[in-house]
């Protein structure tokens, strides 16, 4: 018994924070695509059946492009896909799967969609599928209580293969300082925690589970996929996403776990710290190493800090437009600070032929360097750029 | 340079005039009108004016006194080099210069350009007006009614010396570049692109914008957020009203349960009830029997004893009938009695009458008798009387019918007779012979001794022969008037005598008075003969006679009637009266009597009747009580017809008693099953529980509505995906956000920029200006005290004014805030300063020329100007002070110049210079209009509170001092105005 595991897909996610919109339409886009790549990977390595632990749609009110498209992919892709909603796209009133359009849709371009709304078995190709759909108005503990239940398990067939769908949080006693495993960035609620310890032991032979968007083993027989395609940056240095899961499984047996990268766009964190003018070459490197010279691949953050001179302070300005250009997005966090050189200093304050200049630029100076409040030393900053720059202008005249 | 003569001729009130200055003070004195001012503006125009200037400018310094000449001005300096003199005669183009320097003279042009070089200062085009020309060297030159002015205003062409100056003792040591200047200015216009002078966004700065874009967003934010928020409420309300129709359909089955078993229930109710009903019907019936045959014994019971009742009755009736016919036997025995007595009255009554009727006609015959004894007395004394007049009446018949009337005009005949008579006689001339020795003859009437004769005419009197005297009486026609109506009179007279018959006038006297007693007697025989009645009388004593006969026979007839019944019968007229009144006596006693037995007759009658009719009504009771118990009778034999005899009725109601026994049993059987099932509660509880089916049922459609409410508002169309909108509007409110604190940070480091610019060009201004607030303060601390300190403010290279602080306040003031007396003073202390500054350029001094300028100065500060001046004497200066009130300036050490009184400028003058059309640029406008002056002086005065120095007023009016005092004198010889007392006096409204 072979299949895939996925989840999180977010069709529809608005990547807001991506001023670009074309680069934000791609970005948004690529969510589809890769859905397709899921599918030649599945085809590839002859996979019985796609399971989707949840968050099919970021949203429970997508637009209708997004449905369409993403149905379309879904079946371009040709093997039953079996999916829960997560807790973005919760089942329920007013749920995208009870509004007559993506229910068309869904007929008429993925018939081999199915998605689950209720908490029960449902067999596909020999494998008992337990789906622990999340719903609107209950918590994912809610969501797997059945499980527990020996009137509903009861009646499942004895030598298939028991595949446990769910979404949501765990506890992570391996993560050290974080008490979950939750990747939304609003925090964990409660209400979207799973106890794998309520779980009988030998109910399933696999917990497939949805809601971290990195790649995950948290138990013997229980995986997070991660979301399929990347969608933000890491916070951990082991985070990785952009993968699905290949699952080899016998009813009683171990699960065999293989992850198969699909994602196509590169999210990337990076601090950089100035220490001297001559620092922006290394900057280059770096960014160069992390993106192998790649246009419009990569989403980036970047903290440039440090101390540097005006000349460099405006090279770096120029350098980081480059890469506006080049990224499909960069997110930077310029602390970087002003400290004249020795030469521009004398270019501001040594001008024997105009006094009032030179006294201005003397006391911008001291100003900045006083350093009791950081935002008169950047205001103080900014004013000793902009009468550098008048200057340079201005002596040209 | 200094001023060391002038000589001024023939301008304007001057003939002739000329000063010599000291080389340190002079004081110039003299009264408001002696030409202080003009003398001044001479000496300036001599310097500045060019010669050949005409025009207004020259009509106005001409003289108008000395008509005919030019005015000359005559000016010498002193400067380093030696002396300079300078001669200017004013006559249009004909006017010439004259200037002489190290033994050189130049005329014309080439003098004035040598004159303009010395006084460093640029050449005045032809057309200069008299304003602009006043301008030369105002920084030392205190125009009369200047001195508050900003004396910064008049230094404007010497701004450049100044700051040459100023450098050369060290102020400004850097001076700002032009990049300085340019990138200052760049800063200054980029902030004025920011920031409104009260220092918020501009309108369309970036940053404005952005704040506004930043509300905006906010707003689609918010506005996102309520769609999300309201989709999240929908699918909550689809979820509770899923959750309430599920509980409703509950409720509903149970409720359905709950009222079939109440219905089966009801059922079983009814059906006992029917029965209940049934056998109630039964009770009633029977019921209904017993109570009938009850009644029927009742009312047999009933009408018996009513029978009995009935014949008691007429029992008790009879007795009272026979009685009541007893009663009325009796009353009618009595009422017979009562009538026979009743007759008796009736005929004695009828005597009674006809005595009655003879008395009357007896007494009337009397009375008749003794009438006609009285008419026949008084027939005789008639016929007495009647003898009487007709013996009067002979008797009158002879005498002359004299009465009243006819005597009154005898007398008034007698009486004019004598008063013409006596009227003649007093005309008339009485002639009386005394002595007669010749025969007289008067009016041919011989005439003896003693005679004596009336003259009424023209008279002759004859004595002797050949006497004749021909005697006039006076009085002319009225004598003869006299005599005429004398005659009249007397003829009058003895006609009415003759009528009468009688000779003479006193026998018509006695004849009337005879006459008239005569008449008396006869009224008074005739009146008697009236009261006694006349002839008629004769004819009713016949009548009277016939009365009687016809009396005497009725009197005889009624007697017979009564003749048994009278005793005895008087002739006399008394008794028979007296016997008449008592038979009518008697018959009123009779007549009473009478009618006391009708009215008992009449009681009797009442009683017969009543008794009458009591027996007729008890008659007539028993018929009907007979008749009663007739019909009494009759019923009880129908009841028993009927209903049988007593014993079969006591049967009947046995057997119907028992049968009401068992009925009343099943009844109370059947009631205990009611109460049991208790139907009321039953019906209560049903429609309780219907009612209930029926409140679920609404609140299941209620919520069934709900929910397909709130299934229609999460229905999505598609075209948006809302969460992701508003992630999209919050990533957007961020980043605008974080943009708008970066244009903010911008628009501070410009702020920052400009304000430091401003700072320090400031600073390096002051730095330059110190060596002049310096000196400004050498002076001025002498005024106003070492606590206050000026500083003089330049602005882009620029002298603009100066601020004065005062140290130990704390505070600054700018120039204009200042008090006139302070304005002037701080003025005066800059110009010297200045002057101070500019000397070395000048061979080390300069003139300062102060007219009039400390008017507003009290006697306090006075003090310290003067000492203010003498330090400007010792560092070099040349100071000129003109002043009408000299003793201001005692003890300075000053050179003293009076400056003699002169007559005041004719209007004459002044009005030929506006024939030339409007004035333009007239300093000093004389006005030929004095009229509209002394009105403007007037309102000017009122505003000033109607009491003003006279400097003060002038400098209100803006006049000069021909202007002001020509038109104060006149005003004081109108008597509007008077003059008071006070530093150059002042004056007041009347």
Known sequence: MRFIHTADWHAGRPFETIPDEAKRALVRNQRIETIRRIGEKAREQDAGFIVVAGDVFDSNTPDSSTVSALCSAVGEIGLPVIAIPGNHDYGGPGSIYEQAFFQKEAQNLAPNLRIILKPEPVEVNGAVILACPCLFGRSSMEATAWLNSKELTAGLPVNRPRIILAHGSIYDFSAGSEQFSHE?????????????????????????????????????????????????????????????????????????????????????????????????????????????????????????????????????????????????????????????????????????????????????????????????????????????????????? | MKLASAKVKNYRLHRECSVEFDPGLTVIAGPNESGKSTFIEAIHHCLFAPHKKSGQFLEHIKSNIYQGTNPEVEVVIETS?????????????????????????????????????????????????????????????????????????????????????????????????????????????????????????????????????????????????????????????????????????????LLKLEKEKIEKDLQQAERVQKELEKRQGEYDAISKTVHHLDQVDRKIKELKKAIERINGEKERLQRGLSKAKQHLHHQEKEILAIETEKGRIQKRLSVLGNLIRFYDGFITLLQAQEQMDNMQKRGERRREIEEKISAIEKELAEFPEIDKTVLSEIRKAKTNVDKAGATKDAIATGIEIVKADLPVVVGGKRLLAKDEVTVTQLTEIEVGDGVVIAIRPGGGDALQKAIEEEDLWKASLSRLLDRLGIGEFSQAEIMFEKRQALLKKLDRLNSELKGLGGREEDEAISRMEKEIAALD????????????????????????????????????????????????????????????????????????????????????????????????????????????????????????????????????????????????????????????????????????????????????????????????????????????????????????????????????????????????????????GIRLSHIAKGVEFDFDSLSGGTREQVSAAVRLAIAELLAPDFGGSLPVIFDDSFTNTDTKRLEGVRTMLSMAVKRGLQVIVLTSNQDDYIGIGAKKIQLPPQRPVLVQQTAGLNQGGPRKEMDHPVSALSGEDEKLFMKRLAERGGHCGNKSLMAYLGWDEERYWSIQKTLVNKGRITTGRGRGGSVEIV
């Open chain 1, 184 to 397: 939304d960035e609003a925090g964990t609620a409660l209400s979207s925690v799973i106890d794998l310890d309520q779980i009988p032991e030998d109910l399933a032979d696999y917990i497939a589970l949805g809601d971290w968007h990195g790649t995950k083993q948290v138990h013997e027989k229980a995986w997070y996929s991660g979301t399929h395609e990347p969608d933000r940056f890491p916070r951990h240095q082991n985070y990785s996403s952009g993968n699905v899961l290949l699952v080899d499984l016998i009813r009683g047996g171990t699960p065999t776990v293989k992850p198969l990268t699909v994602g196509e766009f590169r999210w990337t964190r990076l601090s950089f710290h100035f220490s001297s003018d001559t620092d922006i070459q290394q900057l280059n490197v770096k960014i160069n190493e992390l993106t192998g010279g790649q246009v419009g691949k990569d989403l980036m953050k970047l903290l440039i800090e440090g101390y540097a001179g005006m000349e460099t302070i405006k090279k770096v300005g120029e350098f980081l437009e480059t890469l506006k250009a080049r990224f499909l997005m960069l997110s930077c966090e310029n602390r970087l600070r002003l400290r004249p050189d020795d030469h521009e200093l004398m270019r501001l304050k040594e001008r024997r032929s105009d006094p009032i200049i030179s006294s201005v630029a003397a006391r911008l100076v001291k100003e900045m360097e006083r350093g009791d409040d950081e935002r008169t030393q950047r205001i103080s900053s900014l004013a000793l750029i902009e009468l550098y720059n008048a200057l340079i202008e201005g002596e040209y005249q």
């Open chain 2, 81 to 253: 080099q030696g002396q300079c003199r300078i001669e200017k005669v004013f006559a249009g183009p004909k006017g010439h210069v004259y200037l002489e320097q190290h033994g050189e003279s130049f005329q014309g042009e080439r003098s004035e350009e040598r004159l303009l070089e010395l006084l460093s200062v640029d050449k005045p085009g032809p057309k200069v007006g008299i304003e602009k020309l006043r301008g030369y060297w105002s920084h030392l030159w205190v125009w009369q009614g200047k001195s508050g002015e900003n004396a910064a205003s008049h230094i404007e062409d010497y701004n450049d010396r100044l700051l040459r100056a100023l450098q050369s003792v060290g102020g400004a040591v850097v001076v700002q570049s032009e990049l300085d200047e340019r990138i200052s200015d760049i800063f200054a216009q980029r902030y004025d692109e920011i920031f409104t002078k009260a220092g918020k966004y501009k309108k369309h700065s970036e940053q404005a914008v952005l704040e506004q874009r930043l509300l905006d967003a906010r707003d689609e934010y918010e506005k996102a957020l309520q769609e999300v928020n309201r989709l999240e409420l929908a699918r909550q309300e689809f979820m509770d009203a899923s959750e309430r129709i599920e509980e409703c359909k509950r409720q509903i089955e």
């Open chain 2, 553 to 800: 026979a009725e009197v005889k007839r009624r007697r017979e009637a009564v003749q048994q019944f009278l005793d005895s019968h008087d002739r006399d007229l008394f008794s028979a009266r007296h016997q008449a009144e008592a038979v009518k006596d008697e018959e009123e006693k009779l007549l009473e009597k009478n009618r006391d037995i009708e009215d008992q007759l009449k009681g009797l009658r009442a009683e017969q009747e009543t008794l009458q009719n009591e027996i007729f009504s008890i008659e007539k009771e028993l018929t009907s009580l007979e008749e009663k118990a007739i019909k009494i009778k009759a019923q009880i034999e129908t009841l028993e017809g009927e209903h049988g005899t007593n014993e079969d009725r006591r049967k009947r109601l046995a057997q119907e008693r028992n049968r009401f026994g068992e009925i009343s049993r099943d009844i109370e059987a059947l009631n205990g099953q009611l109460s049991i099932l208790d139907p009321a509660h039953l019906y209560e509880r049903f429609s309780n529980i219907k009612n209930e089916l029926d409140e679920t049922q609404r609140a299941l459609d209620v919520s069934k509505q709900i929910k397909n409410k709130a299934a229609g508002k999460l229905e999505m169309d598609g075209s948006t995906d809302p969460q992701a909108e508003l992630s999209r509007y919050k990533a957007r409110l961020d980043s605008l956000e974080q943009e708008f604190e970066m244009a903010k940070e911008r628009a501070e480091a410009i702020k920052l920029l400009h304000n430091l610019f401003s700072q320090e060009i400031s600073r390096l201004a002051d730095s330059y200006s110190a060596p002049l607030s310096q000196k400004i303060n050498t002076y001025i601390k002498y005024v106003i005290g070492p606590e206050a300190k000026v500083k003089a403010v330049f602005q882009q290279d620029t002298f603009q």
